[in-house]
T-cell receptor
């Protein structure tokens, strides 16, 4: 079965640089979620999109922005990167409606900021 | 604000030694409780969703149960390949329709 695809899988950036993470949801899923997981931490919700509109916002820094495109893929844009942004970034998707549905996670992008 | 507490933080079992993981939650209107398995450096893998007290779900050696205050993940006769971090998460009705609140997880190690 098709799963959530994330790219790149690994990314190394310098402080103050920008990064763009991409997420391709499971086919026919219309809701996308972004989570950040620091070392030894649980995933923290950043932002979500339903039918290309932002549906909820969590602890996402102002330096980060995201959007969902017409083909339902999503991109997380991160600017002025800081050392503390080093983490695993997961995208998840869920099916029609969004509510109550299980969120299926991708393999993640490991971002390292030097 | 929704809160999830998992215990123990770490659990070491011998192969075949059954046990249970606990997930206690505080949420304003439970809309779903989710169990995930996470291997190091990988994304959480969906296991179960439970919606109401008394509900139970099973998958191979795993069985999840739910009460009004907590959920248990029972592992029967575990094998080394069951070693992973098990995450519990809740979806509440107190504001966000989309945000999962996770616990810190239980790191399970099954020795052969």
């Amino acid at each position: 079965a098709a799963g959530v695809i994330q790219s790149p899988r690994h990314l190394i950036k310098e402080k103050r640089e920008t990064a763009t993470l991409k997420c391709y949801p499971i086919p026919r899923h219309d809701t996308v979620y972004w989570y950040q997981q620091g070392p030894g931490q649980d995933p923290q919700f950043l932002i979500s999109f339903y039918e290309k509109m932002q549906s909820d916002k969590g602890s996402i820094p102002d330096r980060f922005s995201a959007q969902q495109f017409s083909d339902y893929h999503s991109e997380l844009n991160m600017s002025s990167l800081e050392l503390g942004d080093s983490a695993l970034y997961f995208c998840a998707s869920s099916g029609a409606g969004g509510q109550y549905n299980e969120q299926f996670f991708g393999p993640g992008t490991r971002l390292t900021v030097l | 604000e929704d809160q999830v507490t998992q215990s123990p933080e770490a659990l070491r079992l011998q192969e075949g030694e059954s046990s249970s993981l606990n997930c206690s939650y505080t949420v304003s209107g439970l809309r779903g409780l989710f169990w995930y398995r996470q291997d190091p450096g990988k994304g959480p893998e969906f296991l179960f969703t439970l919606y109401s007290a008394g509900e139970e779900k099973e998958k191979e050696r795993l069985k999840a149960t739910l009460t009004k205050k907590e959920s248990f993940l029972h592992i029967t006769a575990p094998k080394p390949e069951d070693s992973a971090t098990y995450l519990c998460a809740v979806l509440g009705s107190g504001g966000s329709n989309y945000k999962l609140t996770f616990g810190k997880g239980t790191l399970l190690t099954v020795n052969p």
